[in-house]
């Protein structure tokens, strides 16, 4: 205490430190880490189960409807990244943005783009031999279906991930802006 005089000072002031410039690069590569990331996985995804439906239409073109549910889930992966990634850039602020939420939001980036590229080469691998199968044998469709969820899973448990992530970030304490 100075001159006698004691000040209290609230616990939250207490414990700010000043904003770092890179918080917010860190924040942004995570926004582009999960777009790129999942948007790689699902045009892989698309191209490669976009083959097995080209040689579906050859063998047997009634059942292309069908067969092209693989190519659907794949563009679904790009979405799961471009919500990570619009949640990310929204939280991203100018002088209230601390190091922690930066390094948060770089990992949910991450753990959404790169849960969605595995997601995306599993799709376009299983996608493109079912489709195939299906042309010549009915009975597949059903286990078909069964691979690609499980496969379509491994992306959003990153996209759960990613949100839980931000939700973190978002309720830690910021920074000050001197």
Not at 18 to 23: D, E, F, K, L, M
Not at 40 to 69: D, E, F, P, Q, W
Not at 115 to 124: N, T, V, W
């Amino acid at each position: 205490s100075t001159w006698g005089i004691d000040v209290i000072v609230p616990r939250s002031m207490a414990q700010r430190t000043p904003c770092a410039p890179s918080a917010a690069f860190f924040g942004s590569m995570g926004a582009a880490s999960a777009l790129i990331f999942a948007n790689l996985g699902a045009a892989y995804g698309t191209a490669k189960a976009g083959v097995g439906v080209a040689h579906l239409g050859i063998m047997n073109h009634t059942k292309i409807m069908r067969g092209i549910v693989p190519v659907v889930m794949a563009g679904i992966l790009g979405i799961y990244g471009l919500i990570v990634s619009l949640i990310i850039t929204n939280n991203i602020t100018v002088n209230k943005y601390s190091n922690f939420a930066g390094y948060i939001h770089f990992g949910a980036g991450l753990a959404a783009g790169m849960a969605s590229l595995a997601a995306g080469l599993a799709i376009g691998i299983v996608g493109d031999s079912s489709v195939r199968a299906y042309g010549k044998q009915d009975k597949i469709f059903v286990a078909m279906i069964l691979m690609l969820i499980f496969a379509e899973a491994l992306g959003l448990y990153g996209l759960i991930i990613g949100l839980l992530m931000n939700g973190k970030a978002t309720s830690a304490l910021g920074c000050s802006s001197s």
